[in-house]
């Protein structure tokens, strides 16, 4: 059983920053590319972004490429996704995923597995 486990949200005001973290537990994530979603309220999961094994990220969503970055520390076995700028369209329930070695170009919710809790992000003054 692959778990994920999300953390590092919060209430943030607009312009702020965040850094969510995605662990692992019972497993190695050096072989899987993670990818991050978020579920807005009302809205279904959408894909976020994604990083490679190798470390290549890659988003899906055109409204955080500049503001936002993915990394990973294998050595902690840790995937980070650093947002900057945050607008209140960020806020959301946040969530990680894997597959193994590569991301996908599409970002599908059916492409990952091992959701974790997710951990909750809101932007608001």
């Known amino acids: 059983q692959l778990q994920l486990v999300e953390s590092g949200g919060g209430l943030v005001q607009p312009g702020g920053s965040l850094r969510l973290s995605c662990a692992a537990s019972?497993?190695?994530?050096?072989?899987?590319?993670v990818a991050w979603f978020r579920r807005a309220p009302g809205k279904e999961r959408e894909g976020v972004g994604c990083?490679?094994?190798?470390?290549?990220?890659?988003f899906y969503l055109d409204s955080v490429k500049g503001r936002f970055t993915i990394s990973r520390d294998n050595a902690k076995n840790t995937v980070y996704l650093q947002m900057n700028s945050l607008k209140p369209e960020d806020t959301g329930d946040y969530y990680c995923?894997?597959?193994?070695?590569?991301?996908?170009?599409?970002?599908?919710?059916?492409?990952?597995?091992?959701w974790g809790q997710g951990t909750q992000v809101t932007v608001s003054s």
């Open positions: 019972e497993f190695t994530l050096d072989y899987y590319a």
């Open positions: 990083i490679s094994k190798t470390g290549s990220p890659h």
């Open positions: 995923g894997v597959r193994r070695d590569w991301c996908t170009t599409t970002g599908l919710v059916t492409d990952f597995r091992s």
